[in-house]
């Protein structure tokens, strides 16, 4: 059973950072990649930043430049350094890992992420 633990959010003032953290734990744990999505109130799930196994990083949307992916291997976690936060970041934010099938097999209970003054 794979596990995901996530850690690092919270409430921010905008302008200001969060890094968010996420663990995972498990047997014959085969990871592709690793990614961060979230999901405002009333708006689908998306892809946020995502990074493989070899470093190779992958900003979908406008936040690169923003926000920072970056990958511990040995510890297999994975880590989301959110810099100049903006209200509309508010969310939840879920750890994710990409199985060898290339696939988002495995997802963490995620964390709340609140902007706001």
């Not at 596990?3 to 995972?24: D, H, I, K, Y």
């Not at 926000?67 to 508010?90: C, G, H, W």
């Amino acid at each position: 059973q794979v596990q995901l633990v996530e850690s690092g959010g919270g409430l921010v003032q905008p302008g200001g950072s969060l890094r968010l953290s996420c663990a995972a734990s498990g047997r014959s744990l085969s990871i592709y990649a690793m990614g961060w999505y979230r999901q405002a109130p009333g708006k689908q799930r998306t892809l946020v930043a995502s990074i493989t196994s070899d470093g190779i990083t992958n900003y979908p949307g406008s936040l690169k430049g923003r926000f920072t992916i970056s990958r511990d291997n040995a510890r297999n976690t994975v880590y989301l350094q959110m810099n100049s936060l903006k209200p509309e970041d508010t969310a939840v934010y879920y750890c994710s890992i990409m199985g060898l099938g290339r696939t988002w097999d495995f997802w963490g209970q995620g964390t709340q992420v609140t902007v706001s003054s």
